[in-house]
């Protein structure tokens, strides 16, 4: 921890307060390996009430996760959330094997707990995908909380120590996207977002962006000097 602010705190008195995960979990996420730790005592509890989310999550699901149902995607919801499982998975893996980005995995972890959140509330949710990103959370959220990834573990009906199952693959099928968000902008200030075919071509992204009622109403009286396209990400629109 940072010297030099004059902010150092015992660890002891972090794990006595919140728990060794919790301590664990805030120098990890706080600053990169290459970057001083500053003392945040607001950091420490936002890291505490991260780990409760997911154990009240897991609670929640505890059921479902032995249940025995077949992962369907059916709906393009299903297909958005196994997509953030998966994407969650693979930047995990990349970030602790390849960049030591621990930090970045963290946050990439709170990203699929809140899209998991927001999933199982589905009246159309599939189990199977539930049970899957419930499995994969605890699993690679256990090497920055061990002793909550243990208990997550049998929480779940899992035998034996969750660090002696082999690291999850991710399903490359799972981030093939049928379709895309665009951000459409008019001089660079964005005007709209705009889901489209993930293979749609420019001259066609082109064409729907024009037919956007907000974008009309941002060029309307203007004359349209160039479009802009980039697949699977943006559309700018320059005007006079």
Wanted: overall charge negative; aromatic content about 6%.
């Amino acid at each position: 921890m940072s010297k030099s602010k004059g902010n150092t705190v015992s660890p002891i008195e972090i794990i006595n307060k919140y728990g060794a995960d919790t301590a664990r979990l805030f120098v990890l996420f706080a600053a990169p390996p290459e970057r001083d730790l500053d003392w945040s005592e607001q950091g420490v509890e936002g890291c505490f009430r991260f780990i409760n989310r997911v154990y009240r999550l897991v609670d929640e699901l505890t059921e479902v996760t032995k249940s025995s149902a077949e992962i369907k995607t059916v709906t393009k919801e299903d297909k958005a959330m196994r997509l953030v499982i998966h994407s969650t998975l693979n930047k995990v893996t990349s970030d602790l094997s390849e960049k030591f980005g621990f930090n970045t995995a963290i946050a990439a972890l709170m990203e699929l707990i809140n899209e998991m959140y927001k999933y199982k509330e589905l009246d159309t949710r599939n189990d199977g995908i539930i049970r899957e990103g419930i499995e994969t959370i605890v699993t690679i959220l256990a090497p920055f909380t061990p002793h909550v990834g243990e208990e997550l573990w049998t929480m779940i009906g899992k035998e034996g120590s969750v660090f002696d199952i082999s690291w999850p693959k991710y399903d490359e099928k799972a981030l093939v996207q049928d379709e895309v968000e665009v951000i459409v902008q008019v001089n660079g200030k964005l005007r709209d977002k705009i889901s489209m075919d993930a293979n749609i071509a420019k001259e066609d992204m082109e064409k729907v962006v024009l037919e956007s009622e907000k974008v009309k109403a941002a060029i309307e009286g203007k004359n349209v000097v160039k479009v802009i396209a980039v697949p699977k990400k943006l559309v700018n629109i320059v005007v006079k």
